[in-house]
């Protein structure tokens, strides 16, 4: 009820200030096309423009809610000359939270399968060096991908045979070639014990420092170097093993004015 009551306001409130949230746009827009069963015609008068062509980037992103809203449009676009350009990269696909559905990528070809279909893959990676290449062919390689789904399957992992195909032919075309003439690049995997995030002296804190400090010293310092975390609060543990070891480190907890320690002192002094 109290849930009730909040969403009642809340919504009344966006209506005043004229808001829109984010979350919200791709439902509002559903209910825009769906609600009152509008024509190809209305929906472009009520966009106040007409679109022939489509470019999508990172389609691999792209969630079906976003899809069912912009497909009437497409479809309209290329039944009278226009065109769809999408692209993406299935490995790349990182949004599944939000919807994120990669499975697209080949829906899409199908559906429109008739429109004069041009596809082409991009083997070739002119961005990584030739050893992080190498690494990613290893990764989603088809035998490696059995084997990691075999070794995860149990109860709270249910794969049938149909799923674990349909997740290897995903990426069945992720394989790449290295730019020619380019040579170079490292990667290295180490495995340390689960710890406790509060434990500032576990295996994963000594992990990381020895492994900065070996970087650093190929890389003349630690400017060139980033740390990837999976959620703030792991970021906030690692800023502050770093500091405690006098490396310097840039981060959302280094650069908000009220984690600063100076800052804290005179608000609470202020406050006192």
Aim: glycine letters at 6%; aromatic letters at 12%; proline letters at 2%.
């Amino acid at each position: 009820d109290i849930f009730r009551h909040m969403m009642c306001h809340f919504v009344e409130l966006s209506r005043r200030e004229d808001v829109l949230f984010l979350q919200e746009l791709n439902k509002q827009a559903r209910m825009l096309f769906d609600g009152e069963g509008l024509t190809v015609e209305e929906l472009y008068y009520r966009m106040a423009t007409r679109f022939r062509h489509y470019l999508i980037d990172e389609f691999q992103d792209t969630s079906l809610l976003q899809w069912r809203n912009l497909e009437p449009m497409i479809e309209e676009a290329l039944s009278t000359g226009g065109s769809l350009f999408y692209v993406g990269d299935k490995k790349q696909a990182i949004y599944r939270f939000r919807g994120g559905e990669v499975s697209l990528f080949d829906a899409v070809r199908r559906r429109f399968r008739d429109f004069n279909l041009c596809e082409e893959r991009l083997q070739t990676n002119w961005r990584s060096w030739p050893q992080v290449v190498a690494f990613n062919n290893r990764v989603f390689d088809p035998d490696n991908l059995r084997r990691f789904l075999y070794d995860i399957r149990s109860d709270a992992h249910e794969f049938s045979e149909q799923d674990m195909e349909d997740i290897v032919g995903t990426f069945a075309d992720a394989r790449q070639e290295s730019a020619p003439g380019k040579e170079g690049g490292y990667v290295r995997i180490r495995e340390v014990g689960r710890d406790d995030a509060d434990d500032s002296d576990g295996p994963v804190r000594e992990e990381l420092i020895v492994t900065l400090r070996e970087a650093a010293g190929r890389y003349n310092g630690y400017g060139q170097l980033a740390v990837l975390a999976r959620d703030n609060r792991d970021v906030e543990y690692i800023t502050s093993w770093l500091l405690a070891e006098d490396i310097p480190v840039a981060s959302d907890k280094t650069l908000n004015i009220r984690q600063n320690a100076r800052i804290k002192e005179l608000v609470s002094l202020l406050s006192f």
